[in-house]
């Protein structure tokens, strides 16, 4: 029997939920598919065609790592994608999508829809497509045009909300329609603008910051947008008397794991330190801090509960790392029962009482899963 192909191709700017919905569905019916990440020569993108080629590999790593995508269906085609991942090829497409499509081989054309308007606007697409098919006398026909409609699951999501979620700065809201390297990817190109405005464009700075965070699943850029985004609510939510410059260039640089003296003497040298009203707001996200969160003045004692409220969202990315990582920063669960004890115990307010219950929950459903 003839081997079905299906081709699927888009913007993908980004790659969100919804596309990884579409490959699932399609390898439930097809024994390949083809991911075409179209040039988007006459579209404006917020990323390039390598970068956006890039996102759809991470996704599907991030389904294979993390089981983040759909629920329907998943564990199957993880298991079909593991066994022989050649069944996803994900190209750049440089000209037009029909000769793309007959250059693999393609036996049928999926495109992804969500609801009535965009079966409206692709059933106008399909005759377009399928006369080019006719020019090049390519043997596909409507027979062979799909239609692919999402799960209800992630009918909401679009590459065009997670970007407008992410220019306003909503960068937890924007991770419920992108996987989480996908996010990690993102946040540089949303983050530098802050980061031009809060360390006026330091660019030596900046390259190291992508260097370290880039190449993390934890205490990287989307952490860091994490902690603004949280930042911003509890100043707003409680009005909080604090230099908001000052927490906000903290947390860029509070995602090291540790900051040597060395590296302090080189931020001072740099004339960093002097826009931070106290050098040590930097280093409060050590999660060794926590036993002294008593004495920490208002402004750390803020960011500390920034990053443990990364324990009580259980759609942020670090559930997906704690179901899949071992061993890994900021320590053990041990650890981090540790640092619940101690706050249950101290008279801090790190959290209330009702988010403690919230980590402690979460904590041990994660630490149960692990074992």
């Known amino acids: 029997m003839k081997e079905s192909i299906a081709f699927y191709s888009g913007l993908f700017d980004p790659f969100t939920r919804g596309h990884l919905n579409i490959v699932i569905r399609t390898l439930r019916v097809y024994d390949r598919i083809i991911i075409g990440v179209e040039s988007g020569a006459f579209t404006k993108c917020d990323f390039t065609q390598e970068e956006r080629v890039k996102m759809a590999q991470q996704s599907i790593a991030d389904i294979l790592k993390f089981k983040c ?145 880039q190449k993390r699943t934890w205490s990287n850029f989307s952490q860091v947008a994490y902690l603004l985004n949280r930042l911003q609510i509890e100043i707003v939510q409680k009005g909080v008397d604090s230099k908001f410059e000052d927490l906000q260039r903290a947390m860029f640089l509070c995602s090291f794991k540790r900051w040597p003296q060395e590296t302090v003497k080189w931020l001072q040298t740099r004339g960093i330190i002097s826009r931070l009203e106290n050098v040590e707001l930097i280093k409060f996200l050590d999660f060794e801090t926590f036993r002294k969160a008593e004495l920490l003045p208002a402004e750390g004692r803020l960011m500390q509960r920034c990053k443990l409220l990364l324990l009580t969202d259980k759609e942020n990315y670090s559930l997906y790392l704690r179901q899949t990582e071992k061993g890994m920063t900021p320590g053990s669960y041990e650890d981090i029962e540790d640092i619940i004890a101690y706050l249950e115990e101290s008279n801090t307010d790190v959290l209330t009482p009702h988010e403690l219950e919230i980590v402690k929950a979460n904590i041990a459903a994660l630490s149960k899963k692990e074992k």
């Open 69 to 213: 995508g759909p629920v329907q269906f998943r564990n199957e085609i993880i298991g079909r994608i593991r066994k022989k991942p050649e069944i996803v090829q994900i190209i750049a497409i440089k000209g037009e999508v029909v000769d793309a499509a007959i250059h693999y081989g393609a036996t049928n054309m999926i495109r992804g829809v969500r609801n009535e308007t965009d079966i409206h606007v692709e059933e106008e697409l399909e005759d377009r497509i399928l006369l080019q098919f006719r020019i090049r006398n390519y043997p596909l026909t409507k027979k062979d045009y799909e239609l692919m409609q999402t799960n209800d699951e992630v009918c909401h999501i679009s590459s065009t909300v997670a970007k407008d979620l992410c220019k306003r700065g909503e960068y937890i809201a924007a991770l419920h329609h992108v996987t989480p390297g996908v996010h990690n990817m993102m946040m540089p190109h949303y983050l530098k603008p802050k980061f031009d405005e809060l360390f006026g464009g330091d660019a030596e700075l900046w390259a190291i910051l992508c260097k370290v965070y």
